[in-house]
């Protein structure tokens, strides 16, 4: 699957999303938010001018999400900005229920925003014994390498593998291979290594 696979997945299937900023206390906020539209830009969605939520997008600039479905999920972590009203009846017109929560021209209370610069990922675990991930890049944010990954010091002992809860070393070279669309990041392999081969990054 692509970023547009991504996208189509989390707007138009997922569609509902927990989404989290920083509340005027310091503390993380989340809030239900129904990504409405997705494009080659990245992922919209409306919030109105007199919540707390439109303040700390303005001030912010920056939102956490996930959602999930059928045990996938898709996480994205990135930058947003304000486009007003722009794609506002595009949005109303796709999405319907939202011209019954807001008739007539009170939509006039909205703001669209875009998530335009993000990074994320997606995990499916619907067949638990062999999960897959993959990274979603929205723009192009800064890029950031997570995971485990093994370095020049192995000597092929396979103790890694050996509690591996998903088997996902590739132990027929030396050094050992993580195939990082399988790994679930739990870091057992980097506890038992005896040679500190393996590198956490991120
Ligand atoms: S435990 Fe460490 S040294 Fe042994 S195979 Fe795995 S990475 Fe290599
Ligand atoms: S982090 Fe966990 S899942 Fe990933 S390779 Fe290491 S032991 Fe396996």
């Known amino acids: 699957m692509n970023k547009n696979d991504y996208l189509k997945l989390l707007v138009e299937d997922m569609h509902s999303t927990t989404v989290a900023t920083i509340g005027a206390d310091g503390h993380p906020q989340t809030r239900t938010i129904d990504m409405m539209l997705w494009d080659e830009q990245g992922v919209y969605f409306l919030t ?32 947003v900005q304000n486009i007003g009203s722009e794609k506002l009846d595009e949005m109303f017109e796709k999405n319907p229920y939202m011209q ?53 010091a192995c000597i092929g002992c396979k103790l890694c593998y050996s509690v591996c809860p998903q088997k996902c070393i590739n132990i027929s070279t030396t050094p050992v291979v993580i195939d990082q669309s399988r790994c679930l990041h739990c870091g057992r392999c980097g506890s038992i290594c005896p040679k500190q081969a393996i590198e956490k990054r991120g």
């Open 48 to 79: 109105a001018k007199g919540k707390a939520f439109y303040s700390q997008l303005m001030e912010q600039k920056y939102i956490a999400l996930s959602a999930t479905k059928d045990k996938k999920s898709v996480s994205l972590r990135g930058k």
């Open 100 to 152: 019954e929560i807001y008739p007539g021209d009170t939509r006039s209370a909205l703001k669209v925003f875009r998530l335009y610069e993000a990074s994320g990922e997606y995990f499916d675990i619907s067949d638990p014994s062999h999960v897959t991930r993959d990274s979603i890049i929205i723009g192009q944010p800064e890029a950031v390498v997570i995971g485990y990954f093994v370095g020049g």
